[in-house]
């Protein structure tokens, strides 16, 4: 499965993202939870979601929060804990694709509806999502490997659960959040993952997001009945009974369900649902932060990326200073580094880490991901100035690029600066397989590109950056924050707090 438009009915792949000017726009104040709950389209990509499942997931959340008197405090913890508790799903995409040999994304969803108490189901699940279009004789072997892993479970989700947890941690919110987060899989009867802590011992935040996302996974794909089936059958194994209870109540509730099925409603529903009576503002520290907390998710979408997005937008910010730009611009071109691959979270990782020749299909592929940064991107409040020009980073200026082929005349100086500092990450970053490449040699093939798919300017800003250290300096320190924000705290140090 790739980024697929059954997926993402919402999203297309036609559109020419306009012609982009290298004027920085100021953005209008913005709430926290508008910019947050545009974001969560990119990580119901990734957890091979249907579109929205995030914000739906967030309502229910919320409406059991209320029913069950949750504290003011609390509801916010369980408000910002929904919207970013698939923040981690990245962090376990590559293990998934290639221990099942078939599409993550697909895994993922698939193995979402099946009760991993019921041992011969959850085999059977298994089998069906083995090494999916492959021959009898690999599905085997998959299934085999995964069988001999009895532990994969327990360490995919903690992998996922942990991760999350820390990006919660560095974007500054609440504890409360993070450790809703951590222990989101954990069920009432003690089978879950990643602890095996039972009953009244999981985090009251966690048993809420658990039933929530569950249900809304059912609601959407199977139906409302099939849906209250699950919570019946789960109550008292996966469920605290006594929400299940509550969820039940809910079933003739056809506000409630009309609500989650209005696509395009349900942003602002979410928004409406923001649990305190002051709106907490997106100030530039922090959509700093949150930039810099979605490179994280995207790079640790594959192990072939390490720090890729952090390196490029801190090469191209750095370009931009030496030649004389404003900070408010060298800021919108950080923040278009950091996103820059934002569509890459669409792929399966069957294809992103394909060892092998990528067929012209999955070439195709590959080569939209700027699409998707576009379309989540430009809905983004705050983040939509930035969103033609993060989406043009592989763009030529003689119109030699992809995806859209566009040439010199529409692309603006971000565009050329974020495809010079993408090529200079690629070949500089070490690789499982090659080391990174030494200065001369970087230097040497793109010089070859220069006036045809780079700016020559910016070519030689990029030649003396390159040359006087500074890249290298960048990269030795790019899991440092870029901005120091009071409350919001580096990836690494949350990782271990939380830990
Ligand atoms: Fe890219
Ligand atoms: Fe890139």
Same mark, same amino acid.
């Given at each position: 499965?790739?980024?697929?438009?059954?997926?993402?009915?919402?999203?297309?792949? =036609?559109?020419?993202?306009?012609?982009?000017?290298? *004027?920085? #726009?100021?953005?209008? !104040? /913005?709430? $926290? @939870? +508008?910019?947050?709950?545009?974001?969560?389209?990119?990580?119901?990509?990734?957890?091979?979601?249907?579109? =929205?499942?995030?914000?739906?997931?967030?309502?229910? *959340?919320? #409406?059991?929060?209320? !029913? /069950?008197? $949750? @504290? +003011?405090?609390?509801?916010?913890?369980?408000?910002?804990?929904?919207?970013?508790?698939?923040?981690?799903?990245?962090?376990?995409?590559?293990?998934?694709?290639?221990?099942?040999?078939?599409?993550?994304?697909?895994?993922?969803?698939?193995?979402?509806?099946?009760?991993?108490?019921?041992?011969?189901?959850?085999?059977?699940?298994?089998?069906?999502?083995?090494?999916?279009?492959?021959?009898?004789?690999?599905?085997?072997?998959?299934?085999?490997?995964?069988?001999?892993?009895?532990?994969?479970?327990?360490?995919?989700?903690?992998?996922?659960?942990?991760?999350?947890?820390?990006?919660?941690?560095?974007?500054?919110?609440?504890?409360?959040?993070?450790?809703?987060?951590?222990?989101?899989?954990?069920?009432?009867?003690?089978?879950?993952?990643?602890?095996?802590?039972?009953?009244?011992?999981?985090?009251?935040?966690?048993?809420?997001?658990?039933?929530?996302?569950?249900?809304?996974?059912?609601?959407?794909?199977?139906?409302?009945?099939?849906?209250?089936?699950?919570?019946?059958?789960?109550?008292?194994?996966?469920?605290?009974?006594?929400?299940?209870?509550?969820?039940?109540?809910?079933?003739?509730?056809?506000?409630?369900?009309?609500?989650?099925?209005?696509?395009?409603?349900?942003?602002?529903?979410?928004?409406?649902?923001?649990?305190?009576?002051?709106?907490?503002?997106?100030?530039?520290?922090?959509?700093?932060?949150?930039?810099?907390?979605?490179?994280?998710?995207?790079?640790?979408?594959?192990?072939?990326?390490?720090?890729?997005?952090?390196?490029?937008?801190?090469?191209?910010?750095?370009?931009?200073?030496?030649?004389?730009?404003?900070?408010?611009?060298?800021?919108?071109?950080?923040?278009?580094?950091?996103?820059?691959?934002?569509?890459?979270?669409?792929?399966?990782?069957?294809?992103?880490?394909?060892?092998?020749?990528?067929?012209?299909?999955?070439?195709?592929?590959?080569?939209?991901?700027?699409?998707?940064?576009?379309?989540?991107?430009?809905?983004?409040?705050?983040?939509?100035?930035?969103?033609?020009?993060?989406?043009?980073?592989?763009?030529?200026?003689?119109?030699?690029?992809?995806?859209?082929?566009?040439?010199?005349?529409?692309?603006?100086?971000?565009?050329?600066?974020?495809?010079?500092?993408?090529?200079?990450?690629?070949?500089?970053?070490?690789?499982?397989?090659?080391?990174?490449?030494?200065?001369?040699?970087?230097?040497?093939?793109?010089?070859?590109?220069?006036?045809?798919?780079?700016?020559?300017?910016?070519?030689?800003?990029?030649?003396?950056?390159?040359?006087?250290?500074?890249?290298?300096?960048?990269?030795?320190?790019?899991?440092?924050?870029?901005?120091?924000?009071?409350?919001?705290?580096?990836?690494?140090?949350?990782?271990?707090?939380?830990?």
């Amino acid at each position: 499965m790739n980024v697929s438009q059954s997926l993402i009915p919402r999203l297309s792949t =036609g559109p020419v993202p306009p012609p982009v000017s290298a *004027a920085v #726009r100021p953005h209008a !104040a /913005v709430r $926290l @939870s +508008e910019v947050l709950s545009a974001l969560t389209f990119a990580l119901d990509l990734t957890e091979g979601q249907r579109p =929205g499942h995030t914000l739906r997931t967030c309502v229910l *959340a919320m #409406r059991l929060g209320r !029913a /069950v008197g $949750l @504290s +003011e405090g609390e509801l916010e913890a369980l408000y910002y804990a929904a919207l970013l508790k698939d923040a981690g799903c990245s962090s376990n995409a590559a293990r998934m694709a290639a221990l099942f040999g078939s599409d993550d994304q697909d895994v993922k969803r698939n193995m979402r509806f099946v009760d991993w108490q019921d041992r011969w189901k959850l085999a059977m699940r298994t089998a069906q999502n083995c090494g999916v279009g492959r021959s009898p004789l690999a599905r085997l072997r998959h299934f085999l490997m995964i069988a001999r892993t009895p532990d994969m479970t327990r360490d995919i989700i903690q992998a996922r659960c942990e991760r999350g947890a820390a990006i919660a941690a560095q974007l500054g919110f609440p504890r409360q959040s993070s450790e809703a987060i951590a222990f989101v899989d954990e069920q009432w009867c003690g089978l879950g993952h990643p602890t095996g802590i039972s009953g009244s011992e999981i985090p009251m935040l966690s048993r809420i997001l658990l039933l929530a996302q569950t249900l809304e996974a059912y609601v959407t794909e199977e139906g409302l009945d099939a849906g209250m089936r699950m919570v019946r059958d789960r109550r008292g194994r996966w469920f605290d009974p006594q929400f299940a209870d509550i969820v039940l109540t809910w079933k003739h509730d056809a506000a409630l369900w009309h609500a989650l099925a209005d696509q395009d409603g349900l942003q602002d529903a979410v928004i409406a649902l923001e649990p305190t009576s002051v709106p907490t503002m997106a100030t530039d520290d922090r959509l700093d932060a949150i930039a810099q907390g979605f490179a994280s998710v995207i790079d640790a979408k594959s192990p072939f990326t390490g720090q890729h997005s952090t390196n490029v937008a801190r090469y191209a910010a750095a370009m931009a200073s030496s030649a004389g730009r404003s900070p408010q611009y060298v800021r919108e071109v950080l923040r278009a580094g950091l996103l820059h691959d934002l569509g890459k979270l669409g792929i399966s990782n069957r294809i992103l880490d394909k060892p092998g020749k990528l067929t012209p299909a999955e070439r195709t592929v590959i080569q939209n991901h700027p699409k998707w940064t576009w379309e989540i991107l430009r809905h983004v409040p705050a983040f939509a100035p930035i969103a033609a020009s993060a989406s043009l980073h592989h763009e030529r200026l003689d119109g030699g690029g992809y995806p859209w082929g566009l040439s010199e005349s529409v692309l603006n100086e971000t565009a050329r600066l974020l495809s010079l500092a993408d090529v200079y990450e690629a070949l500089s970053a070490d690789r499982p397989y090659r080391a990174g490449l030494p200065v001369d040699t970087i230097l040497g093939i793109m010089r070859k590109d220069v006036g045809t798919a780079f700016d020559r300017d910016l070519f030689d800003t990029a030649e003396s950056l390159a040359r006087d250290g500074t890249f290298a300096a960048i990269a030795q320190t790019s899991d440092q924050p870029l901005v120091e924000v009071p409350g919001i705290i580096p990836l690494r140090e949350a990782q271990r707090r939380i830990a």
